[in-house]
């Protein structure tokens, strides 16, 4: 299944900001978390679909999960 990330990618950006607070690399990351490099490098970079499952697994690391909620729209 894919997720479509939020155009300022919210997921993308805890990711990378939770992982350097831990002081890894996203290799580092890719390997603790079970995941592709790759993967990792989309997922921060704010490709616009990943597989939900992957990035629940990513999510994982801290304690979280991506889980339905009401959008939020940005003010115009």
Same mark, same amino acid.
């Given at each position: 299944? $894919?997720? %479509?990330?939020? #155009?300022?990618? @919210? @997921?993308?950006?805890?990711? +990378? =900001?939770?992982?350097?607070?831990?002081?890894? =690399?996203?290799?580092?990351? $890719? @390997?603790? %978390?079970?995941?592709?490099?790759?993967?990792?490098?989309?997922?921060?970079?704010?490709?616009? =679909?990943?597989?939900?499952? +992957?990035?629940?697994? $990513?999510?994982? #690391?801290?304690?979280?999960? $991506?889980? &339905?909620? &009401?959008? +939020?729209? +940005?003010?115009?």
């Amino acid at each position: 299944m $894919a997720f %479509s990330l939020l #155009m300022d990618n @919210i @997921i993308g950006n805890y990711i +990378k =900001t939770e992982r350097k607070k831990l002081g890894l =690399t996203q290799e580092e990351f $890719a @390997i603790r %978390s079970g995941l592709g490099l790759r993967f990792i490098r989309e997922l921060e970079q704010g490709k616009k =679909t990943v597989r939900l499952d +992957k990035v629940n697994q $990513a999510l994982q #690391m801290f304690g979280m999960e $991506a889980v &339905p909620g &009401p959008i +939020k729209h +940005k003010e115009d």
